[in-house]
């Protein structure tokens, strides 16, 4: 919007003054698009008039340099958005495959029998542990739930 008024300004103050120039043949009138303006009689005056329109087309000028940076800031903070937002969302996906195939690993291993002689994977956080002693087993001693081994380091992880 500052960019229009400001170029509105500035052509408002360029068609003044190429107006005044172009009618003026007498030195101590001003004429504009024809018309004579009142109270102009000095050349000081007419001088105080180019002095007015020159402030217009700076002031006009200035409008549109603030209103086409403003543009260009917003442009590229919303293309620096764009980009870590995309960023975010890859580093977010790339997280979930890995925390799947993780997720995967570990119930691969909880589902493959131990081998004789090792003990079973921990259970997940969370599920009761339905325990059965083996036919002709004896009874073991519980172990502690600080002593057992996680089946994955992201069970591990102290954050």
Known sequence: MLLFVGLVLAVAAVAAAVGVVMANSAPTTLTVFGEAVPGVAHQWQVFLAGGAVATVFIVGMMVTFIGAGRTIRARRDLKEMRAKHEKSLTTLEMEKRQLQQELARVRRSQAAAPAPGRAAPAPAPGRPVASRPAP???A????????????????????
Do not use: E, G
């Open 136 to 138: 002709n087993a004896p």
């Open 140 to 159: 073991r001693a519980a172990t502690p739930r600080s002593q057992v081994k996680a089946a994955s380091p992201f069970f591990d992880r102290a954050d």
